[in-house]
């Protein structure tokens, strides 16, 4: 086993040596000659006159190396009362059939497929068939509004949509067919045709000739053939959060894509093929994407797709259940769900009622793993607990503690020492190098590693301007933070008006345009404040307009109400202030992190801009007579 230091040195420092040693690790159908390539719109393009097929990769090769009858996805639905176990042979069998249901819906290579689903194994199998035939899948988080929806429908331009008739949460049945006809009636970009899978619990009502039975087309279906692909071809798009209400469709490919995670399952969580690997995420985020779907079957892992929650379903017990029932050799999921299982279960008595022993450790990621959890988990299972720091557009994880090259010490409070492959630096505002120990803005020294985004959908400029132009010859994460005396990176939080609330990631600026088109409101301020249960939630503050008489807890229930109809139930906006004034400096800016951080009781320094300085202790009382924390 080779060390860190050697493994991280070499790939820094020959990247494309590196990368073309990583690269004979997976089947391809044209081995690629040209390694690294840099064009205008992207300084970091991999494998460019390489050939393969992601869905060819994770099924049909492992089929070729006998791994057939081995079990590759299990579904555990503790909502429905379901199990269901796929070999690599049926799954495969599924998604050969779905990439000519969908080709019978004239669904081509680069055509994309928007894909609005529960957690249910037709998610994973849609995903593979999109790849199959060189469609470009899209996943839209269950939880967004229909009003996402129709903002992802028009970006993306989804030739097709597949859908199921409902997802359930915990006890409550959500339709999800009303959603995406509403979002289809709010999009200015119509789709062709809508596939359905009818779940027992809700039949979705299906309009003629646009919306099809998953169930009634599969029947007829004929399993196909993977298709070469270039490896710079799109495999998806991936929308997140950015500072505005246009959320940014994070683009990534074939190639680098398969390398990265192939190399990343072994690397960073040190699993082999037949391991089970559980990633605790939902096919709609980043994690779902990598860690339930791809890498554990690039790598020829068992995976799990979990219909459930942390707690509730039916107790605090369900991640230990679903760990001894199919012996899971690494769990991963959020801090925010540990923390919800910890609340529940102080003692932690339901680890001690299931047999553990093939569990070896647990990575966490999604926002900062706090210590008290850390403590928590560490304390309560004697496991390896491992944070590691990513991002959506990353695709994996850009620092953590790489278990298949040498088992290094975790520090509480740090998410790691940088992955292989990405040069992780600290830059203060004019791009000057900061020495250890010192915050400032967290960059990746270009290129990126394979596997990371390869542009924005539609919209090469917004990367260009979000990510490249800060700093020259650095991509920008927009996460600050510094590295100490041995290497390990701390991540203080994100510098821009991104937040997470329950491992889910959201735009405090697109809350504060919605709260802004209320009538009655003339101006707002949006931005999270700490909670022990979801890390952070967001709170508006709002000046109203003068002379419009409301009442003030109808236009709170108002704002809330829209925030939720807009984004999703998942915003979690639950406190609305109504303030006569807004701290500003003399230039019109907002104090949001100053305001943020008398909430959260951290030190603040007022700058000395601000235009009127009483409104401070104004704030504070504001805040100690309103807030609930
Ligand atoms: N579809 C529809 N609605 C959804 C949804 C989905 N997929 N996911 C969440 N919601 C809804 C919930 O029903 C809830 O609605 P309500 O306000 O009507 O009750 C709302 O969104 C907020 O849900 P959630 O964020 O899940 O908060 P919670 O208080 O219900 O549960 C946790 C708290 C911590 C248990 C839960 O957030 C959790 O499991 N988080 C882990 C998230 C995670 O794994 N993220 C991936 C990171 S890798
Ligand atoms: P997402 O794109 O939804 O995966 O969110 C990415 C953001 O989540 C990062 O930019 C960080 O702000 C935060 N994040 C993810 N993992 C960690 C971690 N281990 N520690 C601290 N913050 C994290």
């Given at each position: 086993m080779m060390n860190y230091a050697d493994e991280y040195k070499k790939s820094i420092e020959s990247p494309i040596a590196f990368w073309q040693e990583q690269a004979k690790n997976i089947a391809w159908y044209k081995t690629p000659i040209q390694i690294l390539s840099t064009d205008s719109s992207n300084p970091s393009q991999w494998f460019v006159d390489g050939e393969l097929n992601t869905s060819y990769l994770a099924l049909d090769h492992h089929i070729e190396q006998g791994r057939g009858e081995q079990i590759a996805l299990i579904?555990?639905?503790?909502?429905?009362?379901?199990?269901?176990?796929?070999?690599?042979?049926?799954?495969?069998?599924?998604?050969?059939?779905?990439?000519?249901?969908?080709?019978?819906?004239?669904?081509n290579k680069g055509d994309r497929v928007l894909i609005y689903m529960p957690m249910i194994p037709q998610a994973a199998i849609a995903m593979l068939a999109c790849a199959r035939i060189g469609a470009i899948h899209s996943v839209v988080f269950g939880g967004f509004s229909a009003h996402e929806l129709a903002i992802r429908i028009d970006d993306a331009q989804p030739k097709v949509i597949v859908s199921a008739s409902c997802g359930v949460e915990i006890e409550k049945i959500i339709e999800y067919k009303?959603?995406?006809?509403?979002?289809?009636?709010?999009?200015?970009?119509?789709?062709?045709?809508?596939?359905?899978?009818?779940?027992?619990?809700?039949?979705?009502?299906?309009?003629?000739?646009?919306?099809?039975?998953w169930q009634t087309l599969i029947k007829t279906a004929n399993a196909i053939k993977a298709i070469p692909l270039p490896a710079t071809h799109p495999l998806y798009i991936l929308y997140t959060s950015g500072t505005t209400g246009t959320p940014k469709g994070v683009v990534r490919d074939h190639g680098g894509h398969a390398v990265a995670m192939q190399y990343s399952m072994e690397t960073i969580y040190g699993m082999t093929a037949g391991d089970v690997f559980w990633a605790a995420s939902d096919v709609g985020w980043v994690v779902g994407h990598s860690y339930?779907?791809?890498?554990?079957?690039?790598?020829?892992?068992?995976?799990?797709?979990?219909?459930?929650?942390?707690?509730?379903?039916?107790?605090?017990?369900?991640?230990?259940?679903?760990?001894?029932?199919?012996?899971?050799?690494?769990?991963?999921?959020?801090?925010?769900?540990?923390?919800?299982?910890?609340k529940e279960d102080p003692q932690g008595k339901f680890?001690?009622?299931?047999?553990?022993?093939?569990?070896?450790?647990?990575?966490?990621?999604?926002?900062?793993?706090?210590?008290?959890?850390?403590?928590?988990?560490?304390?309560?299972?004697?496991?390896?607990?491992?944070?590691?720091?990513?991002?959506?557009?990353?695709?994996?994880?850009?620092?953590?503690?790489?278990?298949?090259?040498?088992?290094?010490?975790?520090?509480?409070g740090s998410?790691?020492?940088?992955?292989?492959?990405?040069?992780?630096?600290?830059?203060?505002?004019?791009?000057?190098?900061?020495?250890?120990?010192?915050?400032?803005?967290?960059?990746?020294?270009?290129?990126?590693p394979p596997g990371c985004l390869t542009t924005i959908w539609q919209n090469p400029q917004r990367y260009q301007l979000g990510y490249l132009s800060t700093?020259?010859?650095?991509?920008?994460t927009g996460d600050g933070g510094y590295i100490d005396e041995d290497g390990y990176l701390f991540i203080m939080g994100r510098t821009d008006d991104v937040i997470n609330v329950a491992g889910h990631r959201l735009s405090t600026g697109e809350m504060e345009e919605i709260v802004s088109a209320h009538h009655a409101v003339a101006e707002c301020a949006v931005f999270g404040i700490h909670d022990e249960l979801k890390g952070q939630v967001p709170l508006a503050l709002v000046i109203t307009k003068n002379g419009v008489n409301i009442d003030k807890s109808l236009l709170q229930?108002?704002?809330?109400?829209?925030?939720?109809?807009?984004?999703?139930?998942?915003?979690?906006?639950?406190?609305?202030?109504?303030?006569?004034?807004?701290?500003?400096?003399?230039?019109?800016?907002?104090?949001?992190?100053?305001?943020?951080?008398?909430?959260?009781?951290?030190?603040?320094?007022?700058?000395?801009?601000?235009?009127?300085?009483?409104?401070?202790?104004?704030?504070?009382?504001?805040?100690?007579?309103?807030?609930?924390?």
């Open positions: 579904y555990d639905s503790p909502v429905t009362q379901t199990k269901q176990k796929f070999t690599y042979n049926q799954l495969l069998e599924q998604v050969a059939k779905f990439a000519d249901v969908l080709q019978k819906q004239q669904v009303p959603l995406v006809d509403k979002a289809i009636e709010l999009a200015k970009e119509k789709p062709q045709s809508c596939i359905i899978y009818q779940r027992e619990m809700v039949e979705a009502k299906l309009q003629k000739n646009r919306d099809f039975c339930i779907v791809y890498a554990p079957l690039i790598a020829g892992c068992t995976s799990i797709l979990y219909e459930g929650k942390p707690i509730k379903t039916p107790d605090a017990g369900a991640f230990w259940r679903v760990c001894s029932e199919y012996k899971v050799n690494a769990l991963f999921s959020a801090p925010t769900a540990f923390r919800a299982i910890a680890i001690q009622q299931y047999d553990l022993s093939h569990l070896q450790r647990l990575f966490l990621a999604g926002e900062r793993l706090d210590p008290a959890t850390y403590s928590w988990l560490k304390d309560k299972t004697q496991l390896s607990v491992i944070d590691h720091w990513w991002q959506t557009e990353t695709g994996w994880a850009i620092a953590g503690i790489p278990l298949g090259i040498k088992n290094m010490p975790t520090k509480a998410a790691g020492v940088p992955t292989p492959g990405f040069k992780v630096e600290i830059l203060d505002s004019l791009g000057k190098q900061l020495p250890a120990n010192t915050s400032g803005n967290i960059v990746l020294k270009l290129p990126l700093f020259d010859g650095y991509y920008l229930a108002e704002l809330r109400q829209s925030v939720r109809e807009k984004i999703g139930a998942i915003a979690s906006l639950k406190q609305v202030l109504i303030v006569e004034r807004l701290p500003k400096t003399r230039s019109g800016k907002i104090l949001r992190k100053v305001m943020r951080q008398m909430i959260d009781g951290e030190p603040y320094q007022v700058p000395s801009t601000i235009d009127d300085t009483a409104i401070i202790p104004e704030l504070d009382d504001v805040f100690k007579k309103n807030i609930l924390t």
